[in-house]
């Protein structure tokens, strides 16, 4: 009798334990992470002891609760099997199943489920910038969503990339295309998800233009559990919050509210862990924070803030710490300096490959250069596209300008340049005081 109590009580321990771990779509302080594409690494190539790690590193703490696997870029490779790049970690220059292009990344099994056990949704996100992701009919785009749930989610195949490991549901970034025949394939995904043994979800992350052209219409005719918003590279983006006619959450709070088809659904702030991370819309702890919040108290559709990318967040202070402790009314410590990259201080050089939209900058020739409209290949000092904003200071990095911003630092650092921290609007003032100062 003693003992059927003692285990009746340890077996409501372990219920309350999984529950407090188990993650809950309906809260709005969540963060969310895509791992996989080693962003950090692609813009900082010299610093390898800073790339990205295996998945399990990042899941030490409660900071992030979402993690897409990015990405799976092609639909029908080699085989008809699709393709999955993971950089540094697992690709299609490894070990790959026999006749395609798919890379064996069963060794991640372990790492997908040690996250699974903290209560870390690990979910496989399709496209990205680069990817092959269209479809030529109904019909071959039910047949792909019965290939992700055999090789990712809940069904069988002998060419299970994550081997026994089962994810947790599907990430949308699709970013080119009309998104023709999508809707067919979520609603396909979704019947087989809603007849699944546990809970799957399906999420997006479309543009902040509204609506995004390749997924405007499949979140319209699919109930979808979250919206990452990538307010990030594009007009409406976090660098133009203050600007009414720019910043528009509103505009996706309305659609959640009223056009989705999960009125539950949650929207989420997208946005760079770091300045590296994209080409415009990189906003320091303090702002981000001053934005969420705000926005958070305004919109009950808003779910929490998505970062491009973990690597980023990491070497970036622990950004994603810091975003969790605002959003759960933790305290704030604001990043310390990462490490230097080229460039402009910590403004990328330009790249020749690169598309650029007003706004955006970038270093070349020792001086810095912002773009006026959208560009591709178009050289700086070449092209009037190119805005001369002056000479580089490679010594002050805008981290440290930001750290002058924080109410850390003492009185008598801030009156040396007569300036004020009490009102966060005044950054940009600030900042150009700080250059001309140093």
Aim: aromatic share 12%; with cysteine.
């Amino acid at each position: 009798m003693v003992f059927a109590r003692v285990r009746s009580l340890l077996s409501v321990a372990v219920l309350l334990a999984s529950s407090a771990f188990a993650y809950d779509n309906a809260r709005s302080d969540n963060v969310v992470a895509y791992w996989g594409q080693n962003s950090y690494g692609a813009s900082h190539g010299g610093d390898s002891g800073n790339w990205q790690k295996t998945l399990s590193y990042y899941c030490n703490d409660d900071s992030i609760n979402v993690f897409p696997i990015s990405f799976v870029h092609v639909f029908f490779g080699a085989g008809g099997l699709p393709s999955m790049d993971l950089s540094n970690i697992c690709s299609p220059n490894g070990a790959v199943f026999p006749g395609s292009a798919l890379p064996n990344c069963q060794f991640l099994a372990s790492d997908i489920q040690t996250c699974q056990s903290k209560g870390k949704l690990i979910t496989l996100s399709l496209g990205g910038a680069t990817g092959a992701t269209s479809f030529n009919s109904d019909a071959q785009a039910t047949q792909f969503a019965d290939t992700i749930w055999n090789l990712f989610l809940g069904g069988s195949s002998s060419t299970r990339p994550f081997g026994n490991a089962v994810l947790d549901g599907v990430d949308f970034d699709i970013e080119s295309g009309t998104g023709q025949y999508y809707a067919t394939f979520a609603k396909q995904l979704r019947s087989r998800m809603n007849g699944g043994s546990k809970k799957y979800y399906l999420t997006a992350a479309p543009q902040c233009v509204f609506p995004d052209a390749a997924l405007g219409n499949v979140i319209n005719s699919v109930g979808f559990d979250a919206i990452y918003v990538q307010f990030y590279n594009n007009w409406c983006g976090l660098q133009n919050y203050d600007n009414a006619n720019a910043w528009n959450f509103n505009v996706w709070d309305n659609w959640a509210k009223t056009a989705s088809p999960n009125k539950n659904v949650k929207v989420y702030i997208g946005a760079p862990a770091s300045s590296t991370a994209a080409n415009a819309g990189y906003v320091d702890i303090n702002r981000l924070k001053q934005i969420a919040l705000e926005t958070k108290a305004k919109y009950s559709s808003f779910g929490g803030v998505m970062f491009w990318d973990a690597s980023q967040a990491y070497v970036n202070g622990r950004f994603d710490k810091a975003t969790k402790a605002f959003l759960t009314g933790g305290t704030v410590t604001p990043p310390t300096d990462p490490p230097p990259s080229t460039g402009c201080g910590n403004v990328a050089a330009w790249n020749k490959g690169t598309t650029y939209v007003g706004g955006n900058r970038a270093s070349y020739n020792g001086r810095l250069w912002e773009a006026k409209w959208w560009t591709l290949g178009e050289t700086p000092g070449s092209a009037d596209v190119w805005k001369d904003v002056g000479a580089c200071f490679a010594k002050v990095s805008s981290q440290k300008v930001d750290k002058v911003q924080t109410k850390a630092m003492k009185a008598s650092q801030l009156s040396k340049f007569n300036l004020t921290l009490s009102d966060v609007e005044e950054t940009e003032r600030i900042k150009s005081r700080l250059f001309k100062a140093l």
